[in-house]
């Protein structure tokens, strides 16, 4: 069985939600910076 629609809308989330944390680091308002670890290696 396969989702297209469930797994575009999940990558479209955090994508959004790496976008939000990025922002909060280039406004130097970091809320935390924890989310950001499941981006980098």
Not at 4 to 20: D, I, K, M, N
Not at 22 to 40: F, G, T, V
Request: glycine share 2%; charged share 20%.
């Amino acid at each position: 069985l396969q989702y297209p629609h469930f797994s575009g809308t999940l990558l479209l989330l955090l994508r959004e939600e790496a976008f939000l944390c990025i922002s909060h680091l280039l406004q130097d308002r970091p809320k935390n910076c924890e989310c950001l670890r499941a981006y980098l290696p």
